[in-house]
């Protein structure tokens, strides 16, 4: 979504009108990891397919996966390299005029990404590339990341939406339903 502006709109949590309100939303807590807290607030943003997009799209997922879920530095850096592969293959590779971007938390420890193109097809799948070609191997990397980080991601049945599922900690959240 794009406001008048121009500008990406984000969506995110509404700031609370009384002071007491106030002062809990400002009270640290971690609400990805702890089952009593409420999950946090989804975040989304749609961009043209532009390949400086990816910039923003992976900007925003940094601070929703630092500032809202706390997860680890080293676990955010490799969910960055998921993230913009499949929004960098989304930008390549749709017909559409925009890739949205959306996040959220299905259940505590958890992390949920969608990247949606508009573009029905047949679903990729990771290929190993030649050696000295650059490009080709953005799913490869993706499938390689998304294991280490104990997750698991696809594509949609119409091939429109690529997914993942990735625990916030270490050895957290699995058991995310499958597409």
């Known amino acids: 979504m794009t406001s008048v502006t121009g500008k990406p709109d984000i ?86 005029q925009c890739v949205t971007y959306t996040s959220w938390a299905p259940k505590p420890g958890l992390v949920r990404v969608e990247i949606d193109d508009g573009t029905a097809g047949e679903r990729p799948k990771p290929q190993r590339a030649a050696p000295l070609a650059e490009s080709g191997r953005g799913l490869f990397l993706t499938d390689a990341f998304v294991a280490d980080l104990g997750g698991e991601w696809g594509y949609c049945k119409d091939g429109t939406t690529a997914w993942c599922h990735i625990p916030v900690h270490e050895g957290s959240a699995r058991g995310a339903v499958r597409e």
């Open 11 to 96: 969506i995110g949590p509404v700031p609370p009108a009384s002071v007491e309100q106030r002062r809990v939303a400002l009270t640290p807590h971690y609400p990805c990891t702890t089952a009593e807290m409420p999950l946090p607030a989804p975040v989304a943003i749609s961009v043209g397919r532009e390949a400086q997009h990816v910039r923003q799209v992976r900007s925003l997922a940094a601070a929703w996966l630092r500032n809202v879920c706390h997860m680890p530095e080293s676990r955010i850096e490799q969910a960055l390299v998921v993230i913009s592969e499949l929004v960098t293959n989304a930008v390549l590779h749709c017909t559409g």
